[in-house]
């Protein structure tokens, strides 16, 4: 266990809806990344975010957004969802946005959009 | 535009009978590579990071090694609870984002 958790485990959504995933970090880490994995593929960055501000986007568009709050916990909004979101949405936490510190993974959050 | 191709995208093997997965990449600078393992319906688990051309890291019956266009990992005697999908992943220089292969699904059989 990495000590990142997410909610909820699965979602059920239908098109044009909007949805909210929750990631909360491990303990000290001060930097979370979200990714979207679809079936058979690997992760695809979305975004990060260091202190409470993003740090760098994937080729996501707007409609994905995220926050990142004082506690370090942090959201992923997605709006307007289309059927290609559906995926496992993984979060990461780590110590600092250098490569040399290592990415902890959450579970996931498996959505589904109908 | 950063690439990561994974090889081969299933392997089966017998406890014991050792093998290597491959991952070719290129990129702009390489700042580092990331070997994961993912269980299904779970987040990947961290293995390696490799930085530089040459560089080996082990761990129990893994082994990473790198040079300047492609990762292997090497599964030395492997178990069924080995049995998982191994993603690579690589971060160019200046930038923060990873960019992922899609996997090599192992399968170690009893």
């Known amino acids: 266990e990495t000590g990142v958790t997410q909610s909820p485990t699965h979602l059920i959504k239908t098109r044009g809806q909007q949805v909210t995933l929750r990631c909360s970090s491990q303990s000290g880490h001060n930097t979370v990344s979200w990714y979207q994995q679809a079936l058979g ?3 695809q960055f979305i975004f990060q975010y260091y202190r409470e501000e993003e740090n760098g986007r994937g080729n996501f568009p707007p409609r994905f957004s995220g926050l990142q709050f004082p506690n370090y916990s942090s959201e992923l909004n997605v709006n307007a969802l289309e059927l290609d979101d559906s995926a ?13 510190e290592t ?9 589904l959009v109908l | 535009e950063d690439q990561v191709t994974q090889s081969p995208e299933a392997l ?10 491959n991952c070719s990449y ?4 390489l700042r580092g590579l990331f070997w994961y393992r993912q269980d299904p319906g779970k987040g990947p688990e961290f293995l390696f990071t490799l930085y530089s051309a040459g560089e080996e890291k082990e761990k129990e019956r893994l082994k990473a090694t790198l ?5 292997f990992l090497h599964i030395t005697a492997p178990k069924p609870e080995d049995s998982a999908t191994y993603l690579c992943a690589v971060q160019a220089g200046g930038s923060y984002i990873p960019t992922f292969g899609r996997g090599t699904s192992l399968i170690v059989h009893p």
């Open chain 2, 67 to 71: 040079t300047k266009k492609e990762s």
């Open chain 2, 12 to 21: 089966r093997l017998q406890e014991g009978e050792s093998s290597s997965l």
């Open chain 2, 26 to 29: 290129t990129v702009s600078g």
């Open chain 1, 41 to 43: 593929q690997g992760p």
């Open chain 1, 103 to 111: 990415q902890y993974f959450g579970p996931g959050t498996r959505l």
């Open chain 1, 88 to 100: 496992l949405y993984l979060c990461a936490s780590s110590s600092g946005t250098s490569t040399e």
